[in-house]
């Protein structure tokens, strides 16, 4: 295996896991991989001092520049849009830094950031590279780069979920919300939402979902509620790890039809997030690696 492979097969989760966090989309970070190969195949390794760092910023380069294009193509989505679920690996969870960066949550939070503030939040706070580093991926001065990370910084922390929170916490209120629905106790299952909880659903105009946010809990419970009656013995709600965390998937005659995550803030479900999509469920028959 030549010095060029290795080198990329050495670092390949790591480059996926970067692509993926700056761009919410398993599909298009695995074409920014192949795009990062092919440049990385025509760099003369004797110039390069640090391999990992020149990798992460070739492929630092080709998820901005396909983030931008994504912008573009998600302001005509129909409905809400939500990340491409990743099934993961049990040991993801133990690594809360990693666990917390590719959340259902932390995603949504994320595209809510300009592509540069995401670039450099991503590669600081996540992977703690070093300024210059990232000021030589994003084409930015070191100081320039020092004052977008301190307000992305400030931005992610006013809107991430509060506090810490456990994947064996967010097992718990998934456990008590399968309970919930699949029993039809609609008392149990306001115990458990937050009043102002969203639920997000994305079928990407390919298959039913709510096309707008449904806010509070009142209206929440009454909607899943409602599904309930949907419920046949082809359909199966099981727990499974996703993005990190616990999260259920929906199977109908077997197939995987939706998988819900959610967002916990003290204790209760303040988000629930329904990727109904096909097109995104991919990911989900299999465990995607990702690391940092």
Do not use: C
């Not at 009656?229 to 999260?247: D, E």
């Amino acid at each position: 295996m030549g010095s060029a492979t290795e080198a990329f097969l050495t670092h390949r989760n790591l480059l996926f896991t970067v692509a993926y966090e700056m761009l919410g989309s398993a599909a298009d970070a695995e074409d920014v991989l192949q795009e990062t190969w092919l440049r990385w195949t025509g760099v003369d390794l004797d110039t390069v001092r640090d391999q990992r760092a020149y990798l992460v910023q070739i492929t630092t380069r080709q998820a901005l520049s396909r983030l931008r294009t994504l912008r573009r193509r998600r302001e005509s989505y129909v409905g809400p849009w939500l990340p491409e679920p990743l099934l993961t690996a049990p040991d993801v969870a133990e690594d809360v830094e990693l666990a917390d960066s590719v959340s259902m949550a932390m995603l949504l939070v994320l595209e809510t950031l300009t592509p540069t503030e995401r670039a450099v939040f991503v590669l600081r706070e996540v992977f703690d590279l070093a300024y210059d580093e990232i000021a030589a991926a994003v084409d930015k001065s070191p100081a320039a780069v020092r004052q977008i990370a301190h307000r992305a910084r400030a931005y992610v922390a006013a809107r991430r979920p509060r506090g810490v929170v456990s994947p064996a916490q967010t097992r718990d209120a998934l456990e008590a919300f399968q309970r919930a629905v699949e029993t039809g106790d609609l008392q149990h299952l306001l115990d458990i939402l937050a009043p102002d909880v969203v639920l997000l659903g994305d079928g990407g105009g390919l298959v039913q979902a709510v096309l707008k946010p449904v806010v509070g809990a009142d209206r929440v419970a009454r909607l899943l509620n409602a599904g309930r009656g949907r419920i046949t013995a082809a359909v199966s709600l099981r727990p499974a790890q996703v993005n990190g965390y616990p999260a259920l998937i929906l199977r109908l005659n077997g197939e995987i039809d939706t998988v819900i995550a959610a967002r916990i803030d003290d204790g209760l479900i303040t988000g629930l997030y329904a990727v109904r999509n096909p097109e995104k469920l991919s990911r989900v028959e299999r465990e995607t690696a990702v690391s940092r």
